[in-house]
């Protein structure tokens, strides 16, 4: 039996929509998703799904469990908003200041409820279960550490993991599907450089902190062109600096702090030995010294070869060949890849670029949007998935 799961996604357009608005509306940071966990866990206890809340603090996980014996699909939803200010002006703009949904995850939680609103009445037809993990705190790279902690890959295991992420750079209709790497590991570094500080009149008696930091950030951007092998990709940005208060002061110290992101392990781990031997050599020879302190947030996101390879030939008869794109990438990050690290799964990127806006806004922008016919699209395809490894034809 083939299940049309375009016409049911679509039927529930409106429905869609206005969740996600509700959700856009109320937005809640890390581990602050008490609403929006309320929401989920009311939606799928109602659906008859057994639900445990609490999972990683304000996590929500539920099980679809099947009619007959098979394999657990482990479908993955982040439900935390940005601390930003909306400059949007529209109805469902959010209502609490300081806080919006600007990378898409209202999008998200609700396509997810959307999926298992469309399998639950399936289940006869399942072979296996389907693991529902709404997530919090994906944007500080905490939530999904925090709920694997909590047992969220236990009882049961995940044989396979899938999810999207709403990508408004891409058009809509559009569907990233590459194999390997396709969102990079994050980290982030924090860096003080100290010297001895003095008159500004009289640098010869002081160690200037402020030039020996300025060495190290042009340096820092050699490890990329220089010691890192061209075909791999990496990024290091050091995006703040703080030195002094006073104009003819010269400081104590130099803080610095910033974020490189990365597709391999190794080459996170050679970008901290590189960073550290050139942060301690240049301070040394300038007189200075430099302490640097490293936190690793979040491992690359890794497609598994096979998975796409099956999820590209289902995803093909629903948006058709055209629209599948092999390519896609980013050095973006995301959690997500805690649930794929050991579990063969895909995370593809979903097109949702608003064509209707006046000037385009990317992810983390105050002015962030998405076409919302996104909605049913990715309930349709993320529902496809999770068929096309549980459901019989019977």
Same mark, same amino acid.
């Given at each position: 039996?083939?299940?049309?799961?375009?016409?049911?996604?679509?039927?529930?357009?409106?429905?869609?929509i206005?969740?996600?608005?509700?959700?856009?509306?109320?937005?809640?940071?890390?581990?602050?998703?008490?609403?929006?966990?309320?929401?989920?866990?009311?939606?799928?206890?109602?659906?008859?799904?057994?639900?445990?809340?609490?999972?990683?603090?304000?996590?929500?996980?539920?099980?679809?469990?099947?009619?007959?014996?098979?394999?657990?699909?482990?479908?993955?939803?982040?439900?935390?908003?940005?601390?930003?200010?909306?400059?949007?002006?529209?109805?469902?703009?959010?209502?609490?200041?300081?806080?919006?949904?600007?990378?898409?995850?209202?999008?998200?939680?609700?396509?997810?409820?959307?999926?298992?609103?469309?399998?639950?009445?399936?289940?006869?037809?399942?072979?296996?279960?389907?693991?529902f993990?709404?997530?919090?705190?994906?944007?500080?790279?905490?939530?999904?550490?925090?709920?694997?902690?909590?047992?969220?890959?236990?009882?049961?295991?995940?044989?396979?993991?899938?999810?999207?992420?709403?990508?408004?750079?891409?058009?809509?209709?559009?569907v990233?599907?590459?194999?390997?790497?396709?969102?990079?590991?994050?980290?982030?570094?924090?860096?003080?450089?100290?010297?001895?500080?003095?008159?500004?009149?009289?640098?010869?008696?002081?160690?200037?902190?402020?030039?020996? *930091?300025?060495? +190290?950030?042009? #340096?820092?951007?050699?490890?990329?062109?220089? $010691?890192?092998d061209? %075909?791999?990709?990496? !990024? =290091?940005?050091?995006?703040?600096?703080?030195?002094?208060?006073?104009?003819?002061?010269?400081?104590?110290?130099?803080?610095?702090?910033?974020?490189?992101?990365?597709?391999?392990?190794?080459?996170?781990?050679?970008?901290?030995?590189?960073?550290?031997?050139? *942060?301690?050599? +240049?301070?040394? #020879?300038m007189?200075?010294?430099?302490?640097? $302190?490293?936190?690793? %947030?979040?491992?690359? !996101? =890794?497609?598994?070869?096979?998975?796409?390879?099956?999820l590209?030939?289902?995803?093909?008869p629903?948006?058709?060949?055209?629209?599948?794109?092999?390519?896609?990438?980013?050095?973006?990050?995301?959690?997500?890849?805690?649930?794929?690290?050991?579990?063969?799964?895909?995370?593809?990127?979903?097109?949702?670029?608003?064509?209707?806006?006046?000037?385009?806004?990317?992810?983390?922008?105050?002015?962030?949007?998405?076409?919302?016919?996104?909605?049913?699209?990715?309930?349709?395809?993320?529902?496809a998935?999770?068929?096309?490894?549980?459901?019989?034809?019977?």
């Open positions: 039996m083939t299940i049309d799961f375009k016409t049911q996604a679509q039927a529930m357009r409106d429905e869609l206005a969740r996600r608005r509700d959700l856009h509306q109320h937005p809640e940071i890390a581990f602050e998703e008490v609403r929006t966990a309320g929401i989920v866990a009311r939606e799928l206890t109602q659906l008859g799904l057994e639900v445990q809340t609490g999972v990683g603090k304000t996590g929500v996980v539920a099980i679809l469990e099947g009619a007959h014996d098979g394999p657990t699909v482990l479908l993955r939803a982040d439900m935390d908003a940005l601390p930003i200010l909306e400059e949007n002006q529209t109805d469902y703009a959010s209502q609490t200041p300081g806080k919006m949904h600007a990378c898409g995850h209202d999008g998200h939680t609700t396509i997810a409820l959307g999926v298992a609103k469309l399998l639950t009445p399936l289940r006869d037809q399942i072979a296996g279960r389907v693991k993990v709404f997530q919090p705190a994906e944007e500080v790279g905490k939530g999904a550490l925090a709920m694997v902690a909590d047992g969220a890959m236990l009882t049961p295991r995940p044989d396979v993991s899938v999810g999207l992420h709403l990508w408004n750079s891409l058009p809509f209709g559009m990233g599907v590459a194999d390997g790497p396709v969102m990079s590991g994050a980290s982030i570094f924090a860096l003080r450089v100290t010297g001895k500080g003095g008159h500004a009149a009289s640098p010869q008696h002081n160690v200037d902190p402020v030039v020996c *930091a300025a060495q +190290i950030v042009l #340096a820092f951007q050699t490890i990329i062109t220089r $010691n890192l061209p %075909l791999d990709n990496a !990024v =290091i940005s050091v995006t703040t600096l703080r030195a002094g208060e006073a104009y003819n002061v010269i400081p104590q110290f130099v803080d610095m702090r910033g974020t490189f992101r990365y597709f391999k392990l190794e080459v996170r781990d050679l970008i901290v030995q590189r960073m550290t031997a050139i *942060a301690e050599s +240049i301070a040394a #020879a007189g200075c010294t430099a302490e640097l $302190n490293v936190e690793h %947030l979040t491992k690359p !996101v =890794i497609n598994h070869p096979e998975v796409s390879a099956r590209r030939q289902t995803f093909a629903l948006v058709g060949e055209k629209a599948l794109d092999p390519t896609v990438r980013t050095m973006g990050s995301e959690d997500v890849s805690e649930f794929m690290d050991d579990v063969p799964g895909m995370y593809f990127m979903l097109g949702a670029k608003d064509e209707t806006a006046d000037a385009y806004y990317g992810h983390h922008h105050p002015r962030f949007s998405f076409d919302e016919n996104a909605l049913p699209l990715g309930v349709e395809l993320l529902s998935a999770v068929a096309a490894y549980v459901l019989t034809d019977g």
